[in-house]
């Protein structure tokens, strides 16, 4: 059911409200809407046009790489040269608007599945929420709830999600909901303003998120210590910092009537740029990362098949100090019978080596211990194999995409992005490219994954979701979520694992090309060792102001501390009262009352007499 804690002003306006009503209507009522179905698989894309769904390059790589269609998945967005689109799904159930001061509660888990029509004047109704409250978070949803949409400042995510956006149950999804759109965990109280602005703390009391309706700026500050700092500017730019990892400037432009951003990124003097493709989906926007460069199909070829025989080969880490440190997480292949498996064990390492580094400058707090020596990996083989499948999806995916640049036509990056492994029907394996904290399905607490942790999507999230339900292959141990645990993901955070798995995979593979006929690797062969062509978007972009970026990038990391004293104070003003009596997780809650017609108008006077928490019932299904 919903709960709201009304002050005496409040309880007044819903007095006369529920009186209008229940005279008008004898009763309250919720109008139901239907989810969305899933969308229908579409037919085979015909052979002369590419299609979304990828295949494998040909095992020939002289003789080109093949761009057939084995089946059609899902794709969102127009798409040039004739491939067959569908429009993704869409959320229903929108809940009506809401202007009184609300403070909401939000119990344990449950399995069942809700959908609301619009509500208007319900206690405990969500929409358009335009004043303050108190919002306190319970546990996972097992079933599925559409929810409209929240009104928040621009951002709401760290990586890019439509600020505000609502976060439902369903096949996986915690509920979190408010201008703070990360999945909330379990006893967190979220205190908003009535500027539109968010302060979320921790079970203790301590600030995990504030999000600065004014500055379009949302800052987190994770289980290990980490600060990250978001700042969403007009025209799909943002302003990203995080003590120990590099900062960027993101800069939208268009080409070809389509949205795309440039991110120029800077760390210790290190320049360097990626490309995104931005989409709407799910009710959010997201960028999708799109290949600088790309490669002839010869290469592709090479690196998707297996090699000749196997080899071996020397990485040169056993002095490396984060290689000790995460000895007992992780060791390479003895042998790499394909570019794939070396290219898994190069996007692993470089994640490890990220995560050393940020956590020595930031001086972080260890995310795991070492196994017991002797220990098996805690990377298991099975783990790295399915990253391993995945790398392959990924080389096949970017040799379509090369084929569609070659052919000057335009990609769609609903089937180069999460759309697509959230709709084919298949499991996927994800890599954490950050520090990153999640909630744990069962429990609802909060946990930490950190770069090189694996998590695996087995079962697709509900239509309208916005986070999904990952189960965790493997983690660092110690405070990191445990191995097995099933965890909520934000759809944003997704998309940014498969950019970074992306963004990594194409780095090793500009090492890889430079090192064939070197150290065991093979030679390739002369169609495979072509210069890669830049891409026909990435040449366009508007070019980076390197000294203006990183001072920008440094004012926004000091303009964060302002903020978020601001964002305090307004919100513990705003929320003095309701601070007080918004009940935590686990405590007993008041016993509701219910309003027959008979008795409203008494029940009305003892309302105004005495304001505390009013219940509503939700109609039996």
Known sequence: MNTQFLGKDGVSRFAVILVGTLLGTGGVALAGSSKPSAPSKPAPAPHAAPAPHTSAPASHPAGGAATHTTGGATTHGPTAGGATTHTGPTANGSHGSTTTTTTTTRGPATTTTTAHGTTTATAGSHGATTASGVHTAGGATAGGAAHGGVAGGAGGAAHGGAGGNMSHGGAGGNTSRGPISRPAPKGSMEHTTREGSAIRTRPGGRVSDVHDARRGMDVHHGLDGSRRVSVERPGHGRVMYERGRPGYVQRGYAYHGRDFARRSYYYHGRAYDHYYHGYAYRGGYYHVYAPAYYYGPGFYGWAYNPWAVPIAYGWGWGAAPWYGFYGGYFAPYPVYPSAAFWLTDYIISQNLQAAYAARQEAQLQAAGDAAAAGAPPALTPETKQMIADEVKSQ?????????????????????????????????????????????????????????????????????????????VMASKGAAECHANSTVTVAITDLQEMQNHLRETLDQGLQDLQTKQGKGGIPQAPPSAQAKPVQAAYAEVAPPPDPNADQAEIQKQSQEAEKSESEVQAAASQNNSSSLEAAPKIGEPAASPFTVALADAFDQVKLALVSPAMVVVPEPKQ
């Open 395 to 471: 080389l096949a995916l970017e040799n379509q995409e090369a084929a569609q640049n070659a052919q000057k036509q335009d990609i769609d990056p609903g089937s180069s992005g999460i759309a697509r492994l959230l709709s084919d029907g298949k499991p996927h394996a994800f890599v954490v490219g950050s520090s990153l904290d999640v909630v744990d399905a069962a429990s609802g607490q909060e946990c930490a994954l950190s770069d090189g942790d694996a998590l695996a999507l087995r079962t697709s999230p509900a239509p309208d979701a916005t986070d999904a339900n990952l189960v």
